[in-house]
Structure formats: C-alpha cells, structure tokens
C-alpha cells in the first residue's frame, strides 16, 4: 500500500509504501494519512494486509481478529474505520482466502468513496450561488476523502461548472490541515483563496460577506449532532449570529445512526505537545539536521503547563442548515431524514 505522508506537505511530496498493517495503523494514528473517508478506506487495505500476513482463510482467525481491534483502535472519533471494519466483518468468506476478499471489498469501498465525492460535488452545486464567497474549516480535498473531497469537493464542483468562487480557508490550529493541505489543494486546483487564522473567521464572514460555510464530517449522529475537527462548533454559532447557512458535507460512511446524539461520540484528544509546539518545517537540509537535533517541534508555550487538545468537537443538529451527502441533501427534521437517507 502506497500513501503520500500529509504530515509532510505542503513542503514535501514524499510517498510511503509498506506491506504490513502494522505500518498502516502508524500512519494513521500519526495522521501521515487523515480525514475521515481517507482513514476509512486506508483501514480496509490495513485488513487486506493482515489477512495476507496470516494466511487467514475461511474465517476471521484469532490473530486476524486481533489486528482487526489494532486498526479499529488507531483513531477513535472518525466512524467510516468501524463501519468499513463492521462490513469487512460481514463478508461470506467461506473456503476462501481472506486477504483476496478483504482485498476486493477494499478496491470496491476505494471505488464507492470516489463516486460518492463526485455525486455530494454535484448535489452540492443547487446551494452555491455564482460568485460564492465560502468559508471552510480543516481539510476535505481529495487527499482526506475518495479522491475529489467532500466539502471542497463541492467547492471544486462549483468552480468546474463556471461559478466564480472565492475561498476563505480556516489554517486550523493546531495541526494546520487548512494552511498545508486546503490551501496545497485549492491552489493546485487554481481557485481563488484567501488563508485566515481560525480567530479571523468573524471579522472574514462581515469583511467579504461569506455566503455559505461548508465542512466535513468525523461522525454524524442520528439526530444529526456532528463530530468535526476542533473549531468547527465555534464557526456554526458564527453562521447563526451572521445568519449564513452552515452546511456539512460526508459521505454516508460518516453516519453512526448506533450514535443517537453527539453525546455518544467520543472525542480524540491529542498530545498536548501539539498544541505548546509549532512544527519546524523540514523542507531543507540544515533543518533537517536541526529537527534531528531538537526533535520535530518547537516550543511555543512555558514547559509544565496544562493543556486540553480535543481534536474535534460536536456541532449540535440546529445549527446545521443541511447535510449533503452522495444520496442527496438531507434537510430538518434530521431524526427523520437521516434514517430515511442512510438508514
Ligand atoms: O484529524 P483529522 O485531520 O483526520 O480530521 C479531519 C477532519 O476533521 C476534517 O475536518 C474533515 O472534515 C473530515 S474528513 C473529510
């Protein structure tokens, strides 16, 4: 399995390959690969690997279970690895070899996540006026998803049909996945952008008359409370007060209809070190040398101090405007649609 390291962009397109899920967890869990459809499809290649490692066949062995519940633990909050892992599960695997079913169902979950990014771009385009100014939050391009993105699918969709848009790109403190990767994608892709720091989301929405906020998704509960990265809560009380629509945009491997409301979601928290520590950018040699030297980060905040690092928070259901998924958009009342659409 072949991934490109996110943790090393923008500066370095550096690629990692390895034949062991092993390794594969390690990406995951120090988001090398990240997102939640990313993670989903990375986790079912993961199982592929172990089944072939075990020469598993007929069944779901003991050791296999076992590397099952190690990839099932590597990120709590994103749901698409346990319900990728619930449907590996599920397979007929009777008097076959595991790794070659496991390894099918992930070239076709691959396959699923892309078309699903494709259809929510176009289901999407209905909500985006021409010359849309939208405001997004973390990273949904095609290097978090099936290929294309989910909320920038959308905003990718739109500017592939002609709408003149501007993106305002939260930089997503603190790992920064909207100033290395959004803004490496969008600019990649030649559409209009500006870079603010997450505190600037307020004054960016009245300066520029944001039209439409739009994230992606780690889990969405049945009543439609959502798990997404940290800050992502704080930008839908923005939308109310500046009454902007605030949409969610996932595939339907994001939903957790077991989830009744975000109550039920756990929350990842992150090494504290990644919030009281900027990473020092590899890109040239000396700084190499110098990470080498100092490990990777540089300290930003006093030593011995107490930190919470959630990595993602819960948007409650109200305050999204809609959700728009590769089945459609889904509208109030959630309880409802939700189970109607995904259910
Ligand atoms: O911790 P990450 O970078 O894996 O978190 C991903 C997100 O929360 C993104 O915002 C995204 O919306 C979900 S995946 C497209």
Redesign the pocket.
């Known amino acids: 399995m072949t991934i490109i390291d996110q943790t090393r962009l923008p500066l370095e397109e550096k690629f990692l390959s390895s034949k062991n899920y092993r390794d594969v967890c390690e990406w995951i869990k120090s988001?090398r690969i990240?997102?939640?459809?990313?993670?989903g499809i990375a986790a079912a290649y993961a199982a592929a690997l172990a089944a072939f490692e075990f020469g598993s066949k007929g069944k779901i062995d003991p050791r296999l279970d076992g590397a099952l519940g190690e990839i099932h633990q590597t990120?709590p909050?994103?749901v698409n690895i346990r319900n990728i892992l619930a449907r590996l599960r599920k397979l007929d695997l009777s008097g076959k070899v595991v790794g070659d079913v496991f390894l099918g169902e992930a070239h076709k979950i691959l396959a699923e996540e892309v078309d699903s990014c494709r259809k929510i771009g176009r289901f999407g385009l209905e909500l985006v006026p021409d010359e849309a100014v939208i405001l997004t939050?973390?990273?949904?391009g095609g290097l978090?998803?099936g290929g294309y993105?989910?909320?920038l699918g959308i905003i990718r969709a739109a500017h592939e049909a002609g709408k003149r848009v501007m993106v305002i790109a939260d930089e997503?403190r603190p790992?920064l996945?909207g100033a290395r990767l959004t803004a490496y994608e969008l600019q990649k892709l030649g559409i209009d952008f500006k870079l603010i720091v997450d505190g600037a989301s307020g004054i960016a929405m009245k300066k520029f008359k944001v039209d439409l906020v739009v994230?992606?998704?780690?889990r969405i509960a049945a009543n439609g409370d959502t798990?997404?990265?940290i800050g992502?809560y704080n930008l839908s009380v923005l939308c109310k007060e500046h009454k902007i629509p605030f949409y969610i945009a996932?595939p339907s491997s994001?939903f957790d209809l077991a989830a009744k409301s975000g109550e039920d979601i756990p929350i990842?928290e992150r090494n504290p070190d990644e919030v009281t520590h900027f990473r020092v950018a590899p890109s040239a040699p000396w700084r190499k040398f110098i990470m080498t030297l100092m490990g990777a980060n540089c300290r930003s905040a006093p030593e011995n101090i107490s930190v919470y690092a959630p990595?993602?928070d819960v948007t409650p259901a109200d305050n999204i405007a809609a959700f728009i998924t590769e089945r459609g958009i889904i509208r109030k009342p959630y309880l409802a649609s939700i189970a109607k659409a995904v259910g």
């Not at 990240?34 to 993670?39: D, E, L, V």
């Not at 939050?137 to 949904?140: D, E, L, S, Y």
């Not at 994230?215 to 780690?218: P, Y």
């Open positions: 988001l990240r997102g939640a459809p990313a993670i990120r909050t994103a939050h973390c990273h949904t978090a998803t993105g989910t909320a997503t790992l996945q994230v992606g998704a780690d798990a997404n990265k992502t996932a994001s990842e990595a993602f």
